[in-house]
């Protein structure tokens, strides 16, 4: 199996940006989709985007397309998540999920690991 740790969480006010990254081992990194959802304790988990092995497919949220950008480098073994002109309604915990032989795809169900989140608090 694949761990995951997410880190670059943190307060930030609205408008401004933060990159979140996500730290993979384990297991052959490339062999897995990636996916960043978010979640807060008044909603269902939400899928944010999601990127093939290679990088070459991407499927963003509607709610986050032309803000947020997601990449990955293998060689790392860590994917990334940039967000730009945050929302206090982007406040949540952002967690990172891998799919084995995935496409990165919004269906959470088809992501079977899960990092422990890492916090984003969007000030106004």
């Known amino acids: 199996q694949v761990q995951l740790v997410e880190s670059g969480g943190g307060l930030v006010q609205a408008g401004g940006s933060l990159t979140l990254s996500c730290a993979a081992s384990?297991?052959?990194?490339?062999?897995?989709?990636m996916g960043w959802f978010r979640q807060t304790p008044e909603k269902e988990r939400e899928f944010v985007v999601g990127?093939?092995?290679?990088?070459?497919?991407?499927t963003y949220a509607d709610s986050v397309k032309g803000r947020f950008t997601i990449s990955r480098d293998n060689t790392k073994n860590t994917v990334y998540l940039r967000m730009n002109s945050l929302k206090p309604e982007d406040t949540a915990v952002y967690l990172c999920?891998?799919?084995?032989?995935?496409?990165?795809?919004?269906?959470?169900?088809?992501?079977?690991?899960w990092g422990q989140g890492t916090r984003v608090t969007v000030s106004s």
């Open positions: 990127i093939n092995w290679s990088g070459g497919r991407t």
């Open positions: 999920a891998a799919d084995l032989y995935g496409s990165g795809g919004n269906n959470r169900y088809e992501y079977a690991y």
């Open positions: 384990g297991r052959t990194f490339s062999n897995y989709a």
